[in-house]
């Protein structure tokens, strides 16, 4: 068993920065693949990024890619997502999950566990 705990969302003008921050407990963290996704109001939850149990596999959607970094310290449990020039269409609440397949990770059904998620808003 899993459990996730999100934080560092907030209100960030557009061009700003954000570091999100994922929890993990239990012994096993460093061996789930770990994914964060955001669901905006109306609209389905989708794929952000995710990185593989060692870190030294990431992967992200095009529509962060270049401006979003995924990392995780497997030391400390945590898995990070550093958001630089965020843009209004970035305003969701942002979930951080964990899989421990390593199969699909932008599939949202692939994931086993998930933190209760944080509040991004970028304004224009």
């Known amino acids: 068993q899993v459990q996730l705990v999100e934080s560092g969302g907030g209100l960030v003008q557009a061009g700003g920065s954000l570091r999100l921050s994922c929890a993990a407990s239990?012994?096993?963290?460093?061996?789930?693949?770990m994914g964060w996704f955001r669901q905006a109001p109306g609209k389905e939850r989708e794929f952000v990024a995710a990185?593989?149990?060692?870190?030294?596999?990431?992967y992200y959607a095009d529509s962060v890619k270049g401006r979003f970094t995924i990392s995780r310290d497997n030391a400390k449990n945590t898995v990070y997502l550093q958001m630089n020039s965020l843009k209004p269409e970035d305003t969701a609440v942002y979930y951080c999950?964990?899989?421990?397949?390593?199969?699909?990770?932008?599939?949202?059904?692939?994931?086993?566990?998930w933190g209760q998620g944080t509040q991004v808003t970028v304004s224009s």
């Open positions: 999950a964990a899989q421990v397949s390593g199969f699909l990770v932008s599939d949202p059904k692939n994931y086993n566990y």
């Open positions: 990185i593989s149990w060692t870190g030294a596999n990431t």
């Open positions: 239990g012994r096993t963290f460093s061996r789930y693949t």
